[in-house]
């Protein structure tokens, strides 16, 4: 499916058509069409970002795009061309296009003229060179040896793991050592990157690890949903080496090997006992790293960033917080499961299949790229976290009922409804459990008077001490509580009452005290 959202954002940002279609795996034809529709509809990012994908899909979309052919360089010719003096690919590039005209042919822009130079190189085995713009990529990937730390607590080695990342423009590296290679830790080594750098690149190209890039094959490219979030954050775009290709990440390649003889290597002697005793070796060995003078140019990689320094975007006001994102489907009781605890949606989602976004602080739900509701997350107390408009208005009554307004409601009826509700409110272990129980029965007042069902409960409660709605319920059908001679003239005897259980009448649960004091 066309990414319609993504393309509006990475286009607001300034990435040229071409990268943007191999950042959402779409080709460059489409993302004209799409970024043509929009400014015909007046559509950008601002707006797009609270549609529905669907919704946004409807908009823009109009059935499909047509294809244009587009005239292939003869880049044989072109590669003699650059053996020239002074002959770049930008020249030749305006020089194709001049050709193309006075043929009458649709020329490639700029980026793709380049992008299949380099697959013509790739395959034939040729050598080019790139250009690099200030500010604009940044390179990330793992180290390839892992570091030796003396575990005190477990007396062992562990092994700690070296990301590094790279301005592909000056070189400048950033180095740091993590226990794992896992989504935390490849999200807060991007962090303290662009922390380090003060500033973050237009593009941010990873390897292929499953922690960052899903799928990245040649008809589509899926970034992991959080590492797309924290490049939003950034406003940067995700573009990935493509598969087997270290030639699309030269610096970084170039970099590891470099951390891993001038850092790692220098203090492969040096014992460490914990992650930043490592991490502090680390960096000031990165000082002397960045401050090496080139080999074949003048300067050094610190004084290259301070020429690109100035190209960087802004950092944001504050630094990413990782989610984690899952799915779930909304069960009858209109709750999700986020950890150990339930939270509402809007009732009307039930049976739905929503996407969950939880930080440390909040549980966001989202359905079709659409927030539906958001909660504060909880650690502790209740499991379940219920917010009174997601409720039906049936519900939501429920949510109002209490042992207290039951007891006032029994008190109004008699003391015999009175005490049966009192039974049913102690007879469970939590409270609400009994809550239906009692509305079943005080609703009996609805279809019989106050004081057949008082009569009622009170025959009831002359059977046994512990009262059922179905015994109270059974008394009404069958009419047993219009007896009241039977009901008042029938006593128990102690024998009886201490072999079946029954040893309090209405009077005890009533709170009245007998005549003579010999009630039990």
């Not at 739900?365 to 997350?377: D, K, L, W």
Request: hydrophobic share 30%; with cysteine; aromatic share 12%.
């Amino acid at each position: 499916m066309t990414q319609y959202r993504e393309i509006l954002r990475l286009n607001g940002l300034g990435i040229n058509h071409s990268k943007i279609a191999v950042s959402v795996g779409s080709s460059r034809q489409t993302v004209i069409s799409v970024l043509k529709k929009a400014a015909q509809k007046s559509i950008n990012y601002a707006e797009a970002r609270d549609l529905s994908d669907k919704d946004l899909a409807a908009m823009i979309n109009d059935g499909g795009f047509k294809r244009i052919q587009y005239r292939m360089p003869n880049y044989e010719r072109i590669h003699k061309e650059l053996a020239k003096n002074g002959v770049t690919l930008s020249l030749l590039w305006v020089e194709y296009c001049e050709e193309c005209r006075e043929s009458g042919d649709i020329p490639y822009q700029s980026t793709q003229f380049n992008k299949y130079y380099g697959d013509y190189v790739r395959k034939t085995g040729a050598t080019m060179h790139i250009e690099r713009n200030p500010g604009e990529t940044m390179e990330v990937d793992w180290g390839g040896d892992t570091v030796s730390l003396w575990d005190e607590s477990m007396s062992e080695y562990a092994k700690a793991y070296v990301f590094v990342s790279v301005l592909s423009y000056s070189g400048y590296a950033y180095a740091e050592a993590f226990w794992t290679m896992k989504m935390d830790d490849w999200i807060m080594a991007h962090v303290h990157a662009y922390e380090y750098y003060g500033g973050v690149t237009r593009l941010l190209t990873p390897d292929n690890l499953r922690v960052g890039i899903t799928s990245n094959t040649r008809s589509e490219t899926v970034v992991n949903k959080t590492y797309q979030e924290m490049a939003e954050h950034y406003g940067t775009a995700v573009l990935p080496a493509r598969n087997y290709s270290p030639n699309d990440k030269p610096r970084v390649e170039g970099t590891v090997k470099g951390v891993q003889t001038w850092i790692l290597a220098a203090l492969r002697n040096v014992q460490f006992t914990s992650l930043a005793e490592l991490n502090e070796a680390i960096w000031e060995k990165l000082v002397e790293f960045n401050a090496k003078p080139f080999q074949k140019m003048d300067g050094n990689r610190w004084s290259r960033y301070l020429e690109e320094k100035g190209f960087l975007l802004p950092l944001p006001k504050y630094p990413f917080e990782r989610a984690e994102w899952t799915s779930a489907k909304v069960q009858k009781d209109y709750h999700i499961k986020c950890g150990d605890r339930y939270y509402s949606t809007p009732h009307t989602y039930i049976g739905c299949t929503v996407d969950i976004r939880a930080t440390r602080n909040m549980v966001e739900v989202f359905y079709e790229n659409t927030r539906i509701c958001s909660h504060q997350r909880k650690y502790y107390g209740d499991k379940y976290v219920t917010d009174k408009n997601h409720m039906p208005e049936d519900h939501r009554k429920h949510g109002e009922w209490s042992g207290e307004r039951f007891k006032s409601w029994a008190r109004k009826i008699g003391p015999s409804a009175l005490a049966c509700v009192e039974y049913f409110l102690s007879s469970v272990k939590v409270e609400q459990q009994a809550y239906k129980t009692c509305n079943a029965l005080l609703h009996l007042s609805d279809r019989y008077s106050s004081a057949r069902l008082e009569a009622a409960c009170s025959k009831a409660l002359s059977f046994t001490p512990r009262p059922s709605f179905k015994a109270v319920d059974s008394v009404l059908k069958t009419g047993k509580d219009q007896d009241q001679s039977a009901s008042h003239s029938t006593r128990i005897s102690d024998a009886a009452a201490e072999k079946y259980g029954f040893i309090r009448g209405a009077e005890y649960y009533g709170k009245k005290s007998g005549g003579n004091g010999n009630d039990k």
